[in-house]
């Protein structure tokens, strides 16, 4: 169902219930936004009121205003009408931010943070609760992989790029979902295959098991895409396995990066389901 704050009294009654009445200082327009639980940054397009959302997780070592200066992916997002948010990760102790999609990595339930952040910025801006995708880069896109993987309801699609599992992944995820994943097939930094970190603490996964994950996830009575394109070095291949049930993986050429023009294709792809909540 989708959640619009309409009218004064509403208004001030998320505000109030966000902490934004109680101590919370005005944002937006390059100031940080602060709530009790962490701090994010947000673009707003020309018109913020019941704006649908794109929560865009920046990587390993990131920063909300790394993601602010990706001129090109939030001038993309806002160009369509939705308001670009970017959380910041708690520092670990060597002081580079990171999500905690592992307990090795932090205490603090992102995804409750992330919940928090998408409340917040509906009392402050009156754009969409439920009209939302959670992206994310590198780091930002395992801890999309996680939370997708925790709660498939808490957003209404996801868009990982250059990210999925670490070993061991979960043996289960909760579904249905809609995800659109990105990757680089030059990707050093996650490979497709995966790579031991840390000495072989810790290992990062396959991509394409991630990917059978996720099918099992989706019902998916068959390996077997529904879809196969090519435009130029850009290959795209998609699991329709029913209504909310959809994987859309995305190969380019480059290594780890956000490729261009994956603003548009990933909302492109979003806004083409008939079933997703209206903006």
């Not at 990131?62 to 806002?78: F, I, Q, Y």
């Not at 952040?117 to 959670?134: I, P």
């Not at 990062?204 to 099918?215: F, T, V």
Request: charged letters at 20%; a negative charge.
């Amino acid at each position: 169902m989708k959640i619009k704050i309409a009218g004064a009294i509403a208004g001030f009654a998320s505000m109030f219930a966000t902490g934004f009445a109680t101590g919370a200082t005005a944002c937006g327009t390059g100031e940080t936004c602060t709530i009790d639980s962490g701090i994010y940054e947000i673009a707003l397009p020309k018109n913020s009121d019941g704006a649908p959302v794109v929560v865009f997780l920046h990587g390993y070592g990131g920063s909300g205003a790394n993601v602010m200066r990706m001129r090109g992916v939030v001038e993309a997002v806002t160009a369509r009408g939705y308001a670009m948010v970017a959380p910041y990760a708690l520092p670990r102790p060597n002081g580079n931010r990171s999500w905690a999609f592992i307990s090795d990595f932090g205490e603090r339930d992102d995804m409750a943070f992330l919940r928090d952040v998408v409340r917040d910025a509906a009392g402050r801006f009156n754009t969409e609760e439920q009209n939302v995708v959670l992206a994310g880069f590198s780091a930002g896109a395992f801890m999309v992989n996680y939370g997708a993987c925790a709660d498939a309801d808490a957003f209404a699609a996801y868009a990982p790029i250059a990210g999925g599992f670490w070993r061991p992944q979960p043996q289960t995820c909760d579904g249905p979902i809609r995800m659109y994943h990105a990757h680089g097939w030059n990707d050093g930094v996650v490979p497709l295959e995966g790579r031991i970190l840390g000495g072989g603490r810790w290992e990062q996964g396959d991509i394409w098991a991630g990917l059978e994950l996720w099918r099992e996830a989706n019902g998916c009575d068959t390996h077997a895409p529904t879809m196969m394109q090519q435009d130029g070095d850009l290959m795209i291949r998609s699991w329709d396995c029913g209504a909310g049930a959809e994987i859309t993986f995305e190969l380019f050429p480059g290594g780890h990066q956000v490729p261009r023009g994956w603003a548009d294709r990933m909302l492109d792809w979003y806004q083409a389901d008939p079933g997703r909540p209206e903006g």
